[in-house]
């Protein structure tokens, strides 16, 4: 069998991916279709992406919260969590820091994030309900009350009932991967008013170097270009994090400050 290309030049919403995918994997074919079938049943039920992902993350949380967010079991729930904690502490995060995490599941990291951080300082958001329930009960068995987290149920990346450039930290861990453009671009269009003047901004995502695209409008693979393009155009500047790339981790990430930080 001839090799796979290299992970970024793979399209797979390609019919030629998903045959050999599908010659590779034959145990995977069933799930793969009656997710096809779920995800078209939710398409048409869902009016809007935030309203379909919500009700993805609804079906996917039931079966399990740690799935939900990418990982297929507790261990590696705990190891990504780590591993985004351990690369934002070695670049520059601080107990002082006020983050914003976007899209931050059942806190896999977060949980991490809200212990170090001084109390109060964590602020949580995402779209799904049945997540931020989930992200509760990691709270209550990391014993985290006493740090006093915010956690917020969003419909939009407007972030307008959050205080002005008040983040130090923004953060969105394997979200864009799950986004479309125009919620990438809200995201970038609101963002810069709720960051603090010298604040960062990290975001992973599902890079590609070929034609961009996407799988059951589920996960979203974008060119590096396109995402520091669209930051540049909201008046950022767009760093890509080579290091990151050096960690066993599937994505890519880019850190967005104001110029002038
Ligand atoms: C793969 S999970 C990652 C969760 C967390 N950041 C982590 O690393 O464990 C993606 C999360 O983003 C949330 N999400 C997806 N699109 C979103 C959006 N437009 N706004 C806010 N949250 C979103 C999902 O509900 C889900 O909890």
Same mark, same amino acid.
């Given at each position: 069998?001839?090799?796979?290309?290299?992970?970024?030049?793979?399209?797979?919403?390609?019919?030629?991916?998903?045959?050999?995918?599908?010659?590779?994997?034959? !145990?995977?074919?069933?799930? =793969?279709?009656?997710?096809? $079938?779920? @995800?078209?049943? /939710?398409?048409?039920? +869902?009016?809007?992406?935030?309203?379909?992902?919500?009700?993805?993350?609804?079906?996917?949380?039931?079966?399990?919260?740690?799935?939900?967010?990418?990982?297929?079991?507790?261990?590696?729930?705990?190891?990504?969590?780590?591993?985004?904690?351990?690369?934002?502490?070695?670049?520059?995060?601080?107990?002082?820091?006020?983050?914003?995490?976007?899209?931050?599941?059942?806190?896999?990291?977060?949980?991490?994030?809200?212990?170090?951080? !001084?109390?109060?300082?964590? =602020?949580?958001?995402?779209? $799904?309900? @049945?997540?931020? /329930?989930?992200?509760? +009960?990691?709270?209550?068995?990391?014993?985290?009350?006493?740090?006093?987290?915010?956690?917020?149920?969003?419909?939009?990346?407007?972030?307008?009932?959050?205080?002005?450039?008040?983040?130090?930290?923004?953060?969105?861990?394997?979200?864009?991967?799950?986004?479309?453009?125009?919620?990438?671009?809200?995201?970038?269009?609101?963002?810069?008013?709720?960051?603090?003047?010298?604040?960062?901004?990290?975001?992973?995502?599902?890079?590609?170097?070929?034609?961009?695209?996407?799988?059951?409008?589920?996960?979203?693979?974008?060119?590096?270009?396109?995402?520091?393009?669209?930051?540049?155009?909201?008046?950022?500047?767009?760093?890509?994090?080579?290091?990151?790339?050096?960690?066993?981790?599937?994505?890519?990430?880019?850190?967005?400050?104001?110029?002038?930080?």
């Amino acid at each position: 069998m001839t090799k796979p290309p290299p992970r970024t030049q793979r399209n797979r919403a390609s019919l030629a991916y998903k045959l050999r995918y599908a010659t590779r994997n034959p !145990d995977k074919i069933r799930t =793969y279709l009656s997710r096809v $079938s779920r @995800d078209v049943k /939710l398409r048409l039920a +869902n009016r809007g992406h935030v309203a379909y992902y919500r009700a993805v993350m609804r079906s996917d949380a039931a079966k399990s919260p740690e799935a939900a967010v990418g990982s297929s079991t507790r261990d590696r729930w705990l190891k990504l969590g780590q591993m985004q904690f351990d690369y934002l502490l070695q670049h520059g995060l601080k107990p002082g820091d006020r983050m914003l995490e976007i899209g931050c599941g059942n806190l896999r990291a977060g949980w991490r994030f809200i212990d170090y951080l !001084d109390a109060g300082n964590y =602020y949580g958001v995402d779209i $799904s309900p @049945d997540i931020l /329930l989930a992200a509760q +009960n990691t709270l209550v068995r990391q014993g985290l009350q006493d740090k006093l987290p915010h956690l917020s149920l969003v419909d939009d990346l407007k972030l307008s009932f959050l205080p002005e450039r008040h983040f130090t930290v923004v953060h969105a861990h394997s979200v864009f991967s799950h986004s479309p453009i125009e919620v990438i671009d809200e995201c970038l269009a609101h963002v810069g008013r709720v960051l603090a003047p010298d604040g960062f901004f990290d975001f992973t995502f599902d890079r590609t170097e070929g034609s961009e695209h996407h799988v059951l409008r589920e996960d979203f693979y974008y060119r590096t270009e396109t995402l520091t393009g669209l930051a540049e155009r909201h008046g950022f500047t767009a760093r890509f994090m080579d290091d990151w790339e050096e960690l066993p981790h599937g994505q890519s990430k880019i850190r967005v400050t104001r110029p002038d930080a």
